[in-house]
């Protein structure tokens, strides 16, 4: 169980939320280590779990059946637990914030019970880059200040007090890795790419897209280097302080305006974007760049996929031709 920075200091975790798009990339990777896992989801989102087998325990579960968590635990025994499951998806988490707090904040608060019931001492959380107050980036772990404001990032921001809480009560550890925008093929949450993709093949000859606000930037990072960022956060888990916060980002931005452009260069389709006041969201933060400096000096993780050639690969994945000597200038 060797890794990169030496020994995987685990031998069996349970990653929640392990069906997702995250983490279905995290479970292989944990797997190549030799790190036996029982991945947990509720299969909200419909993504199916892994396969059981040897070192690889799948299983049907809420986050926040605490007897489930509870005997899920006792019988198998992790050492850890990456937690990833939530409701994850921004405008279902506004029409829906019952549902949201219920799974983000309670879920995640019967999963720590049942975990410290268990034994259990080591978590990483997941959080989100949208728990930094809206200032221009790029957004630093020890300087710039938190304050959520959407339900979502609500919710976040709670999870990381309860973590840090619990790890503060029970002698345990929590690491939080505060994820920036992630994008990859086959995301059940995210539409803009494939949407985009639509739009820019429905037919030949030069393109209109029509979008609501195109100025805001993120910072956009593909889902496998996230999986590699995860596994690095948890073979660190048990240096440094108990409680630690890392952003997982490029910290390099992109505005939705270049992320169209860029898509049409590796389409080589001609774009005109036209941006919709009436479809602006009530709520939207201009930027929300992250700086990558602490998990690179701590954990040795960065991102290692150009936003080139993050879409690159997803519009192939998707079935589109993207020119050679394009992609090649993508990797
Ligand atoms: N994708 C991003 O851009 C991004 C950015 C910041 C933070 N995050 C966080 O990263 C984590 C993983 O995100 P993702 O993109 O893989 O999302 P995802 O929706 O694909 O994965 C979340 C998984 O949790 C499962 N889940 C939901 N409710 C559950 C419950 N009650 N019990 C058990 N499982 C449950 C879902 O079925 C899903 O498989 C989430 O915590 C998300 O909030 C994601």
């Not at 169980?1 to 020994?7: D, K, V, Y």
């Not at 926040?64 to 409701?87: Q, S, T, Y």
């Not at 709670?158 to 995301?187: C, K, M, P």
């Not at 029509?210 to 960022?229: E, F």
Request: glycine share 10%.
């Amino acid at each position: 169980m060797a890794t990169a920075s030496g020994e995987f200091p685990y031998a069996k975790v349970l990653v929640t939320g392990g069906a997702g798009f995250i983490g279905s990339r995290v479970v292989p990777r944990l797997e190549a280590l030799g790190v036996r896992q029982v991945v947990v989801d509720n299969l909200y989102v419909n993504l199916p779990l892994p396969d059981a087998r040897d070192g690889v325990v799948p299983i049907e579960a809420d986050i926040r059946d605490g007897a489930a968590m509870r005997a899920i635990i006792a019988e198998h025994k992790p050492e850890a637990i990456l937690h990833l499951a939530a409701v994850h998806h921004i405008p279902t988490c506004e029409r829906e914030p019952h549902l949201a707090f219920d799974v983000n904040v309670m879920g995640t608060q019967t999963l720590l019970d049942a975990a410290s019931e268990g034994g259990i001492r080591d978590i990483v959380f997941t959080s989100s880059g949208a728990v930094y107050q809206w200032k221009d980036g790029p957004l630093t772990e020890a300087a710039t200040p938190i304050g959520a404001t959407d339900v979502y990032s609500i919710t976040k921001l709670s999870g990381e007090y309860q973590v840090a809480g619990w790890a503060g009560r029970t002698g345990g550890r929590a690491h939080i890795g505060r994820l920036f925008n992630t994008i990859g093929t086959g995301d059940p949450n995210g539409h803009l790419i494939p949407d985009l993709l639509s739009q820019l093949t429905a037919g030949e000859g030069p393109v209109t897209v029509k979008l609501g606000n195109t100025k805001p930037k993120r910072d956009y990072i593909h889902t496998d280097d996230v999986a590699d960022a995860f596994v690095a956060l948890l073979a660190g888990l048990k240096r440094g302080p108990d409680v630690d916060y890392f952003n997982i980002c490029t910290g390099k931005e992109l505005s939705v305006a270049e992320l169209v452009q860029l898509m049409g260069d590796l389409l080589r389709v001609d774009v005109t974007i036209e941006s919709d006041p009436t479809r602006f969201r009530k709520i939207d933060r201009l930027q929300q760049l992250g700086a990558p400096e602490k998990i690179l000096a701590e954990r040795g993780w960065q991102a290692q996929i150009p936003v080139r050639q993050a879409l690159a690969r997803i519009i192939r994945d998707l079935g589109h031709t993207v020119h050679e000597d394009d992609v090649l200038k993508a990797a």
